[in-house]
């Protein structure tokens, strides 16, 4: 199909926008808005789009030459009458559901105050402005999306100008960043779209606090905590430092009340500091297997609620699992005297650890020792600890920027581009580590180790949705592959550019002692890359999570901002069913009920294969999908394994042999429905909660049925709409 100018003679020369500007005509328009709505449905070979705008254009000048100036809407009508008088029912459909959903963001964007000079889905614009957005001190929202963008990319690439950059090559580098991110190819982490270009100005979401065996030292940790989380970052904390209950304090004549009792004081502190005034502060807390207190450690969040502002993981040593796989105890040392106190049978202690993730999800586990072989500067110190989600193991102080890219954004014609992909790896590289040099660090500690080590964590988003572009079931040897060839794609364009940076800028303080000294001659950072769960950054992507399958074709998100709940149905699946002719309203409301896809028998069985849902998926290929993906990754994974509610404790416990057995860092798993509140569900029952997934009603006044999208029903012939929830 063509796409290009019409050779009409066009005599309308305007057109009337919403807003009441006006603007010069631009036939193109038309044609590139039939060609999206043909091609959404499969119909883009079949139709002509530019012949189609040219017969919209002869309609506009029998009914506007000369007697005024046609409005968007009218227009638009007149597109979807040529449309249907042309027997292009499918594309009219797409076109007219196209329309009202604009016309409900319109709606949601007026209520809210809001300018959406991107056009973004509902979704992305709703969690914009409630987060990211700009307000001044009347909680007035100051900017618009691009703004927002344009802030970040100018704020970042005034890096450049540390390294003798002048004003027309920084300009240039903020051209680049401003459309790595319009895009969405690639979107750094929240602090750094919060706070880059503000008074603020602390851009990084990681940190790792040490937590010392004193008084002075533990308060010292709870007052940099309140800190970081007033700045938007998250905070990871090993206990494993702190004396067990019961010991004898000497100083004072006590006894010791032990970690957990000092992890309830961070939780406490955590409650009352709103980080940025955007979200709640979120915390990991780790104890060694081997610390005297690790029973009660283990089973310290079984009641819901308890320590709620804490991820919490065991860190798990080689000796430990030596001592599962014999059969035999392990010793337990006390921090303090560092001698043996006590043995405990791994077996009880593992059965444990596994029959409390099946209860609640937690703990999850990381294997401290297989960190540490991997930690880049062993010179520094050992790693204790990790962020919130697991992802980025820290020395103590130690900070970390993250980024990911959309690799969704990277398939044309069923194959990955790769120079494309190539490029948006070294301007991403470029772009984090000129976010160490823009931070503003809240601790003069973490800014000098920021500057040792210039750690930077480049990850990916959208692999689901990549992989079913492809056609490539998540859970098969081809989607393996998929991931290892990707993932060391990246890894080694990233280990590139952050050499060619550090010869360029000097390589990272520590570089000379680092093991990276044995293969590389200069090294600008001393870890390149993390793959992170990407929550609300996916959100404005309007792509699937981090390296996670999809989770449902269709389900509600809750609790990601204070509580609001955002309904979510999987855009591609929706496309690749109009163009395989069996999308229907009863399809995408038994999929909002939580029906298996592999239970209809109108949809193809490729379909089937490909669009495979988490709880799908069995625990051995989550973990084979988590390994590939780590084996490539200079620091974690960050990875939910998730069980349906019928998973057994057994199978709890061989996902995490096999995890370690595979060379992973860590594992986290949650089993469905295990806690009352969850991030993510299906299955939903209330139709106030999920509209899709009402009963089908007629039009009053057409009484034909009505359609459903994006959480709202409407009539495709006249227009009616029943109310929105999103609205």
């Known amino acids: 199909m063509s796409q290009g100018s019409s050779p009409l003679h066009i005599t309308v020369k305007e057109i009337q926008k919403r807003d009441g500007r006006v603007v010069p005509f631009d036939i193109s328009k038309i044609s590139s808005a039939i060609f999206k709505a043909a091609d959404f449905v499969g119909e883009s070979c079949n139709i002509n789009a530019d012949e189609l705008a040219t017969k919209v254009s002869v309609i506009l000048e029998e009914e506007f030459d000369g007697t005024g100036t046609p409005s968007v809407e009218e227009i638009q009508d007149i597109v979807e009458r040529v449309l249907i008088e042309d027997g292009c029912v499918k594309v009219a459909k797409e076109y007219i559901l196209y329309r009202e ?126 800190l970081i989380h007033q700045s938007g970052g ?16 000497r100083s004072s004549g006590g006894v010791a009340s032990g970690p957990i009792s000092f992890m309830s004081v961070f939780d406490a502190a955590t409650n009352v500091i709103k980080q940025g005034g955007r979200r709640r502060g979120a915390n990991m807390g780790i104890l060694r297997v081997d610390h005297p207190d690790i029973m009660n450690f283990i089973v310290c969040k079984q009641k819901e609620g308890t320590l709620a502002n804490f991820n919490i993981s065991v860190a798990i040593t080689d000796k430990f699992m030596k001592a599962l796989e014999d059969g035999t105890d392990y010793e337990l040392i006390n921090p303090h005297t560092k001698k043996v106190s006590g043995t405990l049978s791994a077996q009880t202690v593992f059965d444990m650890i596994t029959n409390m993730a099946w209860n609640n999800g937690e703990p999850g586990v990381i294997f401290i020792d297989s960190i540490n072989k991997r930690n880049p500067t062993p010179q520094l110190g050992e790693i204790e600890s990790t962020n919130p989600c697991g992802e980025q193991p820290l020395l103590p102080y130690e900070s970390c920027n993250l980024g990911s890219i959309n690799l969704g954004k990277f398939v044309k014609d069923k194959a990955i581009n790769w120079e494309d992909l190539d490029q948006t790896v070294r301007n991403a590289v470029h772009f984090l580590d000129n976010v160490i040099e823009q931070n503003k660090y809240p601790l003069l500690a973490i800014r000098d180790m920021a500057y040792k080590t210039r750690k930077i964590g480049l990850g990916v988003m959208g692999f689901a949705d990549m992989l079913v572009t492809l ?139 490909v669009f495979v849902t988490s709880h799908q998926i069995t625990p051995e290929w989550h973990i084979r999908m988590q390994a ?100």
């Not at 970040?152 to 991110?181: S, Y």
């Not at 998250?234 to 304090?249: A, I, N």
């Open 234 to 249: 998250g905070t990871g904390f090993s206990f494993s430092r702190l004396r067990p209950e019961g010991d004898v304090v």
């Open 101 to 226: 959903q604009r016309k409900r963001i319109r709606a949601t964007r007026a209520a809210l105050g809001l300018t959406d000079d991107l056009k973004l889905p509902l979704n992305s614009l709703t969690v914009l402005e409630k987060r990211y957005l700009q307000r001044n001190e009347n909680r007035e929202v100051l900017e618009t999306p691009r703004e927002l963008f344009q802030r970040v990319a100018h704020a970042v690439a005034l890096g450049d100008k540390k390294f003798g950059a002048g004003k027309k090559d920084i300009e240039k580098t903020e051209l680049e960043f401003f459309e790595l991110m319009t895009s969405f190819k690639f979107l750094p982490n929240s602090p750094t779209l919060m706070n880059a270009g503000t008074d603020l100005g602390q851009l990084s979401a990681c940190f790792v606090l040490p937590v010392d065996d004193s008084l002075e030292g533990i308060f010292d940790s709870i007052k940099y905590t309140a």
């Open 471 to 609: 056609r490539i079931p998540y859970n098969s040897e081809s989607g393996v592959k998929m991931a290892k060839k990707l993932m060391s794609f990246i890894q080694e364009t990233a280990l590139e550019e952050s050499s060619r940076l550090g010869k360029e800028r000097g390589s990272f303080p520590a570089f000379a002692e680092s093991p990276l000294a044995k293969n590389w001659k200069h090294m600008r950072n001393a870890t390149v890359t993390t793959i992170a769960p990407t929550g609300t950054i996916g959100i404005i992507a309007n792509t699937s999570s981090g390296v996670e399958p999809l989770f449902a074709l269709a389900y509600v998100r809750s609790n990601v901002l204070d509580n609001d709940s955002l309904v979510e149905v999987n855009r591609t699946f929706e496309k690749m069913a109009k163009e395989n002719n069996f999308y229907n309203n009863d399809l995408i409301a038994a999929l909002a009920q939580g029906v298996s896809l592999a239970g209809m028998p109108d949809v193809p069985a490729w379909i089937k294969e």
């Open 628 to 727: 590939a993906f780590q084996k490539f990754t200079d620091n974690a994974v960050s990875k939910t394994i998730n069980f349906p509610n019928s998973a057994t404790v057994e199978q709890v416990r061989e996902a995490y042999l096999t995890a370690y057995k595979l060379g992973c860092k860590g594992l986290t798993i949650y089993r469905d429905g295990s806690r009352d509140m969850q991030v993510l569900t299906v299955g939903v029952k209330q139709e106030s909660t999920f509209p899709l997934a009402s009963k089908i009603k007629e039009c009053p006044k057409c009484k034909v049925p009505l359609e459903s999208k994006e959480g709202c029903s409407f009539c495709p012939k006249c227009g009616y709409s029943d109310k929105c929830s999103l609205s």
